[in-house]
Each structure stands twice: as C-alpha cells, then as structure tokens.
C-alpha cells in the first residue's frame, strides 16, 4: 500500500499539488502566507504554466475525488448501520519531501527559488525585504498550556526544525499571535504533565519565534509540503493501556485528519513503542517516523504541532477534536489497521448452533483469578466458548487483535489486558472485575467510562471481601478492610494493598449468575 503510494506518476504529482495550491487559497486568509506556501509548491517542480492555468472548476473536480474516495469507504457499511469505520485504504498519494540542495529546479521559477534563498537568510540582507512588495512571510504561533494533561503549541508559516538541538524555529511570526519576551517557549510533549516521573523522560523542545527579519533562521535542508507533528516515546513503559491511552489516541487525534499526509516526529526515540506500533503508525503517516534527536539537517514544513491532544482516559471528546471523531470512529480505525473483520456484534442463534465467544484475560503476578479454570469452566458451561489469554498470548498486538475480534464478550480483572476491548466488535461487551477496596470509582474512570463512548457495553463485578486474598493476609479490622479509603490517600499504599497486593478468587455462583444474563442478552433462541 505504501509502495503503491509512492509510485504515483508525475501526472498524479502534478495533479495532486494543485489540489493543495486551491486548499491553501482557500483556507489562507493571508495573502502573504498564500505567497509563502505558493512558493514552496514551486520548487516541488509544478511547471508554473500548469500553476496558472488551472481553473476553478478542474481544482474542484480534483478536491473531491477525495471526497469521493470516502464516500466508497464510508458506503461498505452494511446496511442500516451507522458510518463509524474510518477507512484508511484508498488515500490520494501525499507530496513528498524535496531536497533543496538537489532539486531541479525548472527554467521558470528559478526566480522563486531565489527569493527563498533570501528570506531563508532572514535579516542578512539588510533592507531587501523591508523595501520589497514582497514582505516577509507571517507566521502563526498558539500554544495552550491551560489543559490539566497536555502543553501543545500549533504553529504555521515557515517552520523549521533542527532535531539534533530540538529546536523548532517560526521564522518571522507575526506580533499578534503567542508571544513571550524574548521569543522562546518550551514543551515537553507528551500528555502527562503533572506526572514528574514521567516528564522527566521526555526531551524539552525549545521553539523561538523571530520576530520578522530580526533573527537568522538556519536555511532548510529538507523541504516537507506536508505537517509534522512532534511527540515523545521516552517514557513507555510497554504498558498497553498506556501505549494506548497517552500515545496512540492522542495522535489519532492530532493526525488522523491529515489522511496520512503527516509527517511524524519522535523524540526520545523508542524502538520497541515504534515497532509495537508500526501498524497504527503506518495508517496514520505514510512516512517513515523521523528520529528528531539525532536529525542534524534542517527540516522546513508548512505548520507543525508539537505535542499531541489528550482528552480523557482512553477517549476521545467529539467536541475537542477538529473533526468530531469519536471513540467509535477510533475502534473503526483499528478495525482496518488490523484488517478485523467484525465489525458488529449481532446476537448469536443457538438453533444454529453456534456460541458466542468469551475471551476471558488472565493476569499472572497480581490481580490474578486463583480460581480461574474453575471461571473457565463456569463461562462455558453457561454456554460461551471461552478463549483463555495468558500474558504471552496478548503481548502481540496484531495477532491478539484478531483473536479479539472473533469475541463478543471480554472478561478480566482490572489491569491493563482489559485494553483489549479496542479490538471488540461494536456493541461487544466488556466485563471489569475489580478488585476488593472501594476501588469501583478508578476502575470505572480507567475502563468502565471509555467503553460506551467506544459503543461498547460496560458490566462491572466487584469482588467482596471474601473474594480477595488479603483476607488470608489482613485480620478485618485492618484498614484494608475497616476503611480501604484510607488507604486511597496515599498512591503507593492503593497501589500495595489493592493494585499490587491481592488475587481474587471469584465466588462461582456470583460469577456464573453474572455472566447468564451477558449470555441471555446476546444470544436468541
Ligand atoms: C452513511 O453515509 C451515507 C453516505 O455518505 C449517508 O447517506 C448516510 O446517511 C450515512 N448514515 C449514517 C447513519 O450516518
Ligand atoms: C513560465 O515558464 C516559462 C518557461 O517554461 C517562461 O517563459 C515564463 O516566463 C514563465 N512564466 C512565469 C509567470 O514565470
Ligand atoms: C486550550 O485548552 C483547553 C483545555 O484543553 C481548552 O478548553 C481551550 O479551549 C483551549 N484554548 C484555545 C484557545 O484553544
Ligand atoms: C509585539 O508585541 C509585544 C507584546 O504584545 C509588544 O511589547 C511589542 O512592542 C510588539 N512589537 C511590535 C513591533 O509591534
Ligand atoms: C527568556 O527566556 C528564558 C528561558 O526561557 C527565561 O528564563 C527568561 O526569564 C526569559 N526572559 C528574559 C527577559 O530573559
Ligand atoms: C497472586 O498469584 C500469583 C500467581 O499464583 C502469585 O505469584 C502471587 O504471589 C499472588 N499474589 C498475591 C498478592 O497473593
Ligand atoms: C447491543 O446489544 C444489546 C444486547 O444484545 C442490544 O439490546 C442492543 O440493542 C444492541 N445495541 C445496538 C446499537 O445494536
């Protein structure tokens, strides 16, 4: 898909970006910055006859072809149900970079690449530009620090990067956007900003806004047409639920609407949350991932987000994102990343002869079911086919994913295996045991609250103090047992007494009565 991407004949090119020149002339506002952008086009070698010649009408006719290209995606639904798979097959092929010191630049627009030169020189050329019709490009920089979660600052114009001092420049940013004393503003980006543990393992970037032709800009080595968006990987600790939480839906937020034509920037480069990834990242960027740390050349791009959008535990607010998505849009997305074929649950007919399947997650060290066959043994004898995961069977992604997918009901006490309910079918069900010592609230808030804004269904079983291990450890009138809330002051005894501390061993008949009535509610007889 890639390839096929990448091969586009010089047609497409040429067609393509001038789809591009008819967007920016109608999202730019500003002559100047249209004046900017127009430029950059050039040098991707658009003859400039071609450039002018274009009408309205055969721009448009080209805008929608993409348009078009969704609405094919969009009609695979099956009938009478909602559009929620966000395809991300059949994309239009995305400008590709070009090298400044090597391209060919043809006869008619040398002139413009001269001009870039220029104003890539900043104030070196005392008076040209000041004199010149011609001004300075104005760029735009909005940074928002005011989230509980995340810093991120959007910028736009003529931005450039140099990875290797993680510097990012705004050349020539106009008075009325952001603005601090002295033009510098640092971002740490990733979404956890009052975790110092975790900001710590995160690179500050540094971004200077010149003022115009105050300041000398480095010149662009490498000239991108599409947006980048910088964030960092350094501190994954290889937990799924926040791999998933606090990177992958906060870049689907940030650059899904790009349709691939985005550019991702990684600082604290992580191979393994990379490679983990690779599927998810692939679909959301046709390009290879950029190491910002050691790029030592000077990338330039049209607009660039450092730092990506978080907007609550595993989800996605419709009303923050740009574009309205939804919790059901991302899980439509994962669908086709990993090529997932269900994507509804539809009650099962037992006269067929079928069952619905259960996929039942077992932890290991903590949290884990003492009596787990015999959990087993009641699901199916209720009348699932269960799937038993052990750890070793959900560290791989892609494949657990499809083993999910033939589900329609995932079970698992509260830990981070329950993630997997992204890969559910929508309306499947997801059940959270949760373990003894009142802690229904942060469960609820991790699992419980994410599952119906992903059109999944949420049923909670928690364990009683005759459920839990800590019973064969603590007398009852411990606070572990007179008042667990107590102990929820403190994160690290929370995590030690209930997180870390207990196993449960589920009450068979308690456990069996719960899972009849999933059972009763999916099946038809
Ligand atoms: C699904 O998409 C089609 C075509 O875009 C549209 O006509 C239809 O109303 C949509 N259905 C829903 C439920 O949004
Ligand atoms: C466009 O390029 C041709 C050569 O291909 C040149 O003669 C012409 O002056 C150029 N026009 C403009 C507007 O730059
Ligand atoms: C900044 O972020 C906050 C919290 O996410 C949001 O409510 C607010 O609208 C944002 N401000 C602007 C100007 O975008
Ligand atoms: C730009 O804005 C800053 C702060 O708002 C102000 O102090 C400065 O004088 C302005 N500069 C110009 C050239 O208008
Ligand atoms: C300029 O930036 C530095 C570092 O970001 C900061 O410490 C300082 O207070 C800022 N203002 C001035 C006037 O130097
Ligand atoms: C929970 O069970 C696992 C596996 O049997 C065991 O290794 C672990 O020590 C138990 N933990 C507690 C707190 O009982
Ligand atoms: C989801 O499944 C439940 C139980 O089978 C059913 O009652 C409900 O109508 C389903 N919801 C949708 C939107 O299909």
């Not at 395809?87 to 008619?108: K, L, Q, T």
């Not at 490498?222 to 990177?247: E, I, K, L, R, Y």
């Not at 038993?388 to 999910?404: L, P, R, S």
């Amino acid at each position: 898909m890639k390839a096929g991407r990448n091969l586009v004949s010089g047609g497409a090119v040429v067609a393509w970006l001038l789809v591009l020149v008819l967007v920016l002339v109608v999202l730019q506002t500003d002559f100047l910055q249209q004046i900017t952008r127009f430029r950059v086009i050039s040098i991707t070698q658009v003859p400039n006859e071609s450039v002018h010649k274009v009408s309205s009408s055969g721009l448009v006719s080209e805008g929608t072809s993409k348009q078009e290209l969704r609405e094919v995606a969009k009609s695979k639904a099956p009938d009478g149900m909602p559009n929620t798979t966000d395809s991300v097959a059949d994309v239009p092929p995305c400008p590709a970079p070009s090298d400044e010191m090597d391209s060919h630049v043809i006869d008619g627009i040398k002139d413009l690449k001269h001009e870039d030169e220029i104003l890539a020189m900043g104030g070196q050329i005392d008076g040209f530009l000041q004199n010149s019709d011609v001004a300075a490009p104005r760029s735009k920089l909005t940074c928002n620090f005011s989230s509980r979660h995340m810093d991120i600052c959007a910028m736009e114009g003529d931005i450039r990067m140099h990875g290797k001092s993680t510097t990012v420049y705004v050349v020539a940013a106009s008075n009325d956007s952001y603005w601090t004393e002295n033009g510098t503003v640092t971002i740490r980006p990733f979404p956890r900003k009052h975790e110092v543990s975790t900001m710590a393992k995160v690179r500050e970037v540094t971004i200077r806004s010149s003022a115009p032709v105050v300041t000398t800009p480095p010149r662009c080595t490498v000239t991108h047409n599409v947006p980048a968006v910088v964030f960092s990987t350094g501190p994954d600790s290889g937990n799924f639920f926040h791999g998933m939480s606090d990177m992958v839906i906060p870049l689907y937020i940030t650059t899904r609407e790009y349709d691939g034509c985005v550019q991702l920037v990684v600082t604290d480069y992580n191979h393994k949350w990379i490679s983990r990834y690779q599927d998810v990242l692939a679909a959301l960027s046709i390009y290879p991932v950029i190491d910002f740390d050691t790029d030592d050349v000077v990338r330039c791009f049209p607009s660039v987000h450092v730092g990506i959008e978080y907007h609550n535990t595993l989800g996605i607010k419709p009303a923050l994102s740009r574009n309205g998505y939804t919790g059901m849009d991302f899980l439509g997305f994962l669908r086709s990343v990993y090529s997932l074929k269900r994507p509804w649950v539809t009650p099962v007919n037992l006269r067929s002869g079928q069952r619905p399947r259960l996929v039942m997650i077992l932890r290991q060290h903590s949290r884990a079911l003492t009596n787990e066959a015999e959990a087993i043994t009641a699901a199916t004898e209720v009348g699932f086919e269960v799937v038993a995961a052990g750890t070793e069977v959900v560290k791989d992604i892609a494949q657990f994913a499809q083993v999910v997918n033939t589900c329609d009901v995932i079970v698992g006490v509260h830990g981070a295996g329950l993630t997997n309910m992204v890969f559910l079918p929508h309306n499947g069900t997801v059940v959270q045991i949760i373990p003894w010592g009142k802690m229904k609230w942060p469960c609820w808030e991790t699992f419980g609250s994410p599952a119906p804004n992903m059109g999944l269904r949420y049923v909670e079983y928690e364990a009683t103090a005759e459920e839990t291990t800590l019973k064969d450890v603590y007398p009852r009138d411990h606070a572990v047992f007179a008042d667990p809330l107590s102990l929820h002051k403190s994160f690290d005894d929370m995590y030690k007494y209930f997180l870390n501390g207990q196993n449960v061993t589920l009450d068979i008949d308690r456990f069996t009565g719960v899972i009849k009535q999933i059972y009763q509610s999916i099946t038809i007889t």
